[in-house]
């Protein structure tokens, strides 16, 4: 397995998906950002999807740990779920976060209200939770297991746990057809990242895993000499 970080200047040039349309559209004028790549090829086992997610984290904690322009950052994890069901007792009960629980350890997250939205064909909740540095690796994990439902941020704004913040952020990022529902990160990155926070966000293809950090432009001096290309 090879590993190796990036750092691409433009996201809008890395990201096919990236739209200067859709960003005029959003928030009137083409934002800079740029993004900084952890990435690993000849994944072909489990087990090497661990060893990579578990380098991501080590990698994202000592960026926190040690970067003064992150240090008042805190890391967040923002879900969405719903159901078709829209009477469903089952899933009412249960919610976001105690399906969640049940498969992953939750002892280092702050978890937030869970906000529910029905529409006319499906109910859904959202909510935000508050991670301590130690609880990064279960986060990177979660968002790696359902990166539809799931996105892990750093902020330093205030009030990100209040249900008035999860009911802003739903409505801006909530993509929906006719066939799925999931997290459009593009807007996220608009957002989010305007704000002054860094997304993050994963990629993969057949034998290859990818952690992406967005940042607006100005703040890629956050991944100096933090480059690096290792075998394992």
Not at 64 to 85: M, P, S
Not at 135 to 158: D, F, H, M, N, V
Not at 166 to 193: N, P, Q, T
Not at 196 to 206: E, I, Y
Request: charged share 30%; with cysteine.
């Amino acid at each position: 397995m090879k590993c190796w970080t990036e750092l691409a200047t433009d996201a809008f040039e890395y990201f096919e998906w990236f739209s200067k349309e859709e960003a005029l559209k959003n928030v009137g004028y083409v934002p800079s950002f740029s993004v900084f790549n952890m990435i690993s090829s000849q994944i072909y086992t489990i087990e090497d999807q661990d060893t990579f997610t578990n380098l991501c984290a080590k990698l994202v904690t000592k960026l926190a740990l040690e970067k003064e322009a992150i240090h008042d950052n805190h890391f967040y994890l923002f879900g969405i779920v719903e159901t078709e069901n829209i009477h469903s007792r089952i899933f009412k009960h249960q919610k976001l976060w105690k399906p969640l629980k049940k498969e992953f350890e939750l002892d280092e997250f702050s978890l937030g209200p869970e906000v529910e939205h029905q529409g006319k064909s499906r109910l859904r909740y959202a909510s935000i939770a508050k991670i301590n540095p130690t609880g990064i690796l279960e986060a990177l994990r979660i968002t790696a297991r359902y990166p539809q439902k799931y996105a892990l941020i750093a902020s330093k704004r205030q009030g990100v746990l209040t249900e008035e913040f999860i009911k802003s952020l739903h409505e801006k990022i909530y993509l929906e057809d006719v066939k799925s529902a999931e997290i459009d990160y593009f807007k996220l990155v608009l957002s989010c990242c305007l704000e002054g926070d860094l997304v993050f966000r994963w990629g993969s293809s057949s034998e290859e895993r990818e952690l992406d950090i967005i940042v607006l432009e100005e703040k890629k001096e956050l991944f100096k000499g933090v480059l690096f290309e290792e075998e394992y």
